[in-house]
């Protein structure tokens, strides 16, 4: 196994589980036993509009053996019916981005004002031993269901793949999402702080703070 996974599985291993008591429910409902979870988030909200939905985001060990199927790391949606978990959403990063994923962690906060809560999920992507890259991802309701409004790096670090990618794209840099300025725009626009701190290889003196505002994506449904 790479040596940036098991680094990964060992930090994982010490991260704290869902805080919210129906964790284990949530894991049954997702067929992942508990004793396999990594690193769990599981919260109760108003992410659909109406009665409070359960949202799991579960990093867990698949028992695969193979190295690029080792860890997954889901996501799902549930609404309450009496005691049980009905599940109304679901992704699976790691079907999605051909393995190789870890470290999920999940928000819940309302960026447009409309006082339902979007889905805020980032996790790592190990596909290149010399890249360091976090992923994000931004779902909102729409039409019963989710869609994504912005996808993008929330860490970047490619200075060491000096043979693999070109020098204009060899930076380093992470995001930090802006909540107050997100809900000032009121949908129109998710707003980051960026902090830079190589550009094409070569290291700032100091860290570039920069302010960026992408435009929320049309109105599709999210993957299912």
């Not at 599981?42 to 939905?53: E, K, M, N, Y």
């Not at 889901?74 to 309450?80: A, D, I, K, P, Q």
């Amino acid at each position: 196994m790479k040596p940036i996974l098991v680094g990964a599985l060992f930090l994982f291993a010490l991260a704290s589980h869902a805080v919210e008591p129906v964790a284990p429910s949530a894991y049954a409902a997702m067929k992942i036993p508990a004793g396999e979870v990594l690193n769990g988030t599981v919260l109760s909200a108003t992410v659909l509009g109406g009665d409070r939905q359960v949202v799991a985001l579960v990093t867990y060990l698949t028992g695969n053996k193979d190295e690029v199927n080792a860890v997954n790391v889901r996501l799902e949606v549930f609404r309450r019916e009496g005691a049980s978990l009905v599940s109304v959403y679901a992704r699976d990063y790691g079907s999605e981005n051909g393995g190789l994923v870890g470290r999920g962690e999940l928000e819940l906060v309302d960026l447009d004002g409309d006082d339902v809560k979007d889905i805020f999920v980032e996790y790592d992507d190990f596909h290149d031993k010399l890249i360091t890259l976090r992923r994000g991802e931004i779902l909102t309701q729409g039409r019963g269901t989710f869609r994504t409004v912005w996808t993008g790096a929330i860490e970047y670090d490619a200075t060491k793949a000096a043979r693999e990618i070109p020098a204009a794209r060899r930076d380093r840099f992470s995001r930090r999402l802006d909540v107050p300025a997100s809900l000032k725009t009121r949908g129109l626009n998710v707003v980051f702080g960026k902090t830079t701190t190589a550009v094409a290889g070569e290291r700032l003196t100091e860290p570039k703070m920069t302010r960026e505002a992408f435009p929320w994506k049309p109105e599709e449904p999210a993957a299912r």
